[in-house]
């Protein structure tokens, strides 16, 4: 368990190097970014962008990178297809976006012939480090997927449970955010919650315990659960909150940074690594979790869990 990304932090430092591919690295915060984790964290990059600017603007931030870890690249397309390329031939652990549009970097990722795309569906997961929870938590999907099918969440909860178990989690809490514990035919998430309950316990989701339909209030808090008289094996310890759609799972992590004080970082799973999709607007620190986060997990942070 992390208790916060300080952790987290402390706990990588006997983990085995991992390389960072960017694509279109020709990027001043991205750069920042890059050579900060690289003074912290266990980890090596390579650039792809155009070399004269990655060099030009590495030096305005007082770093020299060997000629190694720069691959010259011409427009976005071509940026995203050669890091592609590197982490399909196993030259990478991670994969990164830097000056350049998401659905260029993710169609490359999709493409059937030379892109990454691992089983089952791709998703986002945001990790919180917020001051009023004892540890760190997770929400997914917030940031792809509208309105998953039963399918999709299914995948989202094998593919987020594998990238736990990357990171020592033996068995991950999940609970299936709904408004309330009844399950009423007229509000889907709440019927799709009670059979994604039932496949855990079948085995079919992985190495989780999921339990659903749960209101946010006693997911997290074990006193709420009793008063309640509900029973539960995860309430005050739930470790990810699987969100109905992707307008609850946003709103509610940006409502948390912005209002509630908590840091966060986040990554995309499904390809066969970890993907850092960070917008420009992010905060430094967002930045460097996000980082953190994907060197914890690395190459293995998308395995997915199939439950046999």
Same mark, same amino acid.
């Given at each position: 368990?992390?208790?916060?990304?300080?952790?987290?932090?402390?706990?990588?430092?006997?983990?085995?190097?991992?390389?960072?591919?960017?694509?279109?690295? *020709?990027?001043?915060?991205?750069?920042?970014? #890059?050579? *900060?984790?690289?003074?912290?964290?266990?980890?090596?990059?390579?650039?792809?962008?155009?070399?004269?600017?990655?060099?030009?603007?590495?030096?305005?931030?007082?770093?020299?990178?060997?000629?190694?870890?720069?691959?010259?690249?011409?427009?976005?397309?071509?940026?995203?297809?050669?890091?592609?390329?590197?982490?399909?031939?196993?030259?990478?652990?991670?994969?990164?976006?830097?000056?350049?549009?998401?659905?260029?970097?993710?169609?490359?990722?999709?493409?059937?012939?030379?892109?990454?795309?691992?089983?089952?569906?791709?998703?986002?997961?945001?990790?919180?480090?917020?001051?009023?929870? *004892?540890?760190?938590?997770?929400?997914?999907?917030?940031? #792809?997927?509208?309105?998953?099918?039963?399918?999709?969440?299914?995948?989202?909860?094998?593919?987020?449970?594998?990238?736990?178990?990357?990171?020592?989690?033996?068995?991950?809490?999940?609970?299936?955010?709904?408004?309330?514990?009844?399950?009423?035919?007229?509000?889907?998430?709440?019927?799709?919650?009670?059979?994604?309950?039932?496949?855990?316990?079948?085995?079919?989701?992985?190495?989780?315990?999921?339990?659903?339909?749960?209101?946010?209030?006693?997911?997290?808090?074990?006193?709420?659960?009793?008063?309640?008289?509900?029973?539960?094996?995860?309430?005050?310890?739930?470790?990810?909150?699987?969100?109905?759609?992707?307008?609850?799972?946003?709103?509610?992590?940006?409502?948390?940074?912005?209002?509630?004080?908590?840091?966060?970082?986040?990554?995309?799973?499904?390809?066969?690594?970890?993907?850092?999709?960070?917008?420009?607007?992010?905060?430094?620190?967002?930045?460097?979790?996000?980082?953190?986060?994907?060197?914890?997990?690395?190459?293995?942070?998308?395995?997915?869990?199939?439950?046999?």
């Amino acid at each position: 368990m992390f208790t916060c990304f300080d952790t987290l932090h402390c706990s990588l430092a006997e983990n085995t190097v991992k390389t960072v591919v960017v694509a279109a690295a *020709h990027d001043k915060h991205t750069l920042e970014a #890059i050579y *900060h984790a690289g003074k912290e964290l266990p980890m090596k990059h390579i650039l792809i962008g155009n070399r004269e600017k990655i060099i030009q603007i590495s030096a305005e931030l007082g770093h020299a990178p060997g000629a190694d870890a720069i691959v010259d690249a011409g427009d976005d397309a071509d940026c995203a297809r050669k890091a592609i390329s590197i982490i399909h031939e196993g030259g990478g652990d991670v994969l990164m976006k830097g000056l350049l549009e998401t659905g260029t970097l993710l169609r490359a990722v999709l493409d059937k012939d030379s892109g990454i795309r691992s089983y089952g569906t791709m998703s986002h997961l945001a990790i919180l480090d917020v001051p009023g929870y *004892h540890k760190l938590i997770g929400v997914t999907d917030g940031g #792809i997927i509208p309105t998953p099918t039963l399918q999709q969440k299914a995948d989202i909860v094998r593919s987020t449970a594998g990238f736990y178990r990357s990171m020592g989690f033996e068995q991950l809490k999940i609970a299936a955010l709904c408004a309330s514990e009844t399950v009423s035919a007229k509000i889907q998430e709440t019927v799709d919650a009670e059979i994604l309950q039932t496949m855990c316990e079948d085995g079919e989701l992985g190495e989780c315990l999921l339990e659903g339909p749960l209101s946010f209030d006693i997911a997290v808090s074990r006193e709420t659960a009793e008063l309640k008289g509900h029973p539960s094996k995860i309430s005050g310890e739930t470790d990810v909150l699987l969100v109905p759609n992707i307008t609850a799972g946003n709103a509610f992590g940006k409502g948390l940074m912005y209002w509630g004080g908590a840091k966060m970082a986040g990554c995309v799973l499904g390809a066969k690594v970890p993907i850092i999709v960070v917008s420009r607007g992010a905060s430094a620190d967002e930045k460097f979790c996000s980082i953190m986060l994907c060197v914890a997990a690395g190459s293995c942070g998308n395995e997915v869990e199939n439950g046999n």
